[in-house]
């Protein structure tokens, strides 16, 4: 029978503080079959002290066979499992909200009593027109500069950069109640008309490699296809709306 894995964890335990990330590798531990001596750093002075000492500049601090393995990203490396890279580009968050807002829009078609209708397309572009808008929001400054790094109009005038988050989510609201037919759906179409030809001309013609500033200033979204989508989905669904109405 071969003897258990045994593991030494050394973590910031405080009144005030527990360090998220020795708890993730607490977990990881044990849920990878070790046996873990869970030493708790529980002062400044004894983080200090066992920094000094091991010559580490960050806690958590894992010991596997006497051996620092380090700390919650090279266990996880140690352990063979992936380690996210924060630099990479990702469209995970912009389908995250897609996928969300899809459920959302389904759900508020049953609540009317019927699973799918006219009307849950529409919702679903305007409520992620809403769900984005807020995204933007949460960092109005930093999602305008990265805007500002390749949308037209806001290179011309850069108040716009700041206003766009306003449009969308004016616009969205609007659609979802299905009122100001006459205001959501031009600003819809000159926003989302404006957004499409940025991201056409800065991909596909002068060939940049940016980030998106579709989910707020902080993401790392590539501008692409996926940001061409959304534009264009949002000037369709206006046009739809337009032709239903005076159609």
């Not at 759900?107 to 808008?133: D, H, K, N, Q």
């Amino acid at each position: 029978m071969s003897a258990q894995k045994t593991a030494v964890l050394h973590r910031m335990v405080m009144d005030k503080h527990v360090c998220p990330w020795g708890l993730r590798a607490l977990y990881l531990l044990k849920s990878e079959g070790y046996k873990v001596e869970d030493r708790w750093l529980t002062t400044r002075e004894q983080v200090d002290a066992f920094k000094a000492q091991h010559d580490v500049k960050t806690t958590p601090q894992t010991f596997i066979d006497g051996q620092r393995v380090g700390g919650y990203d090279d266990l996880r490396r140690f352990l063979g499992k992936p380690v996210k890279d924060k630099d990479k580009k990702t469209y995970t968050p912009v389908l995250v909200v897609f996928a969300v807002t899809a459920l959302m829009a389904v759900a508020a078609s049953y609540a009317g009593g019927t699973l799918l209708t006219m009307r849950t397309p529409e919702w679903f572009i305007a409520f992620s027109m809403a769900a984005l808008a807020m995204l933007k929001l949460r960092d109005l400054d930093g999602f305008a500069t990265m805007f500002l790094g390749y949308d037209v109009l806001a290179k011309r005038w850069l108040p716009y950069a700041y206003i766009y988050p306003f449009i969308e989510l004016g616009a969205g609201v609007l659609m979802i109640a299905g009122v100001l037919n006459w205001l959501s759906v031009p600003a819809a179409v000159v926003a989302g008309s404006i957004g499409a030809w940025s991201v056409f001309k800065a991909v596909y013609i002068q060939k940049r490699e940016l980030k998106c500033a579709c989910v707020g200033g902080d993401s790392n979204v590539p501008l692409g296809f996926l940001s061409l989508t959304e534009n264009v989905m949002m000037v369709a669904m206006a046009v739809w709306m337009g032709w239903m109405a005076w159609g």
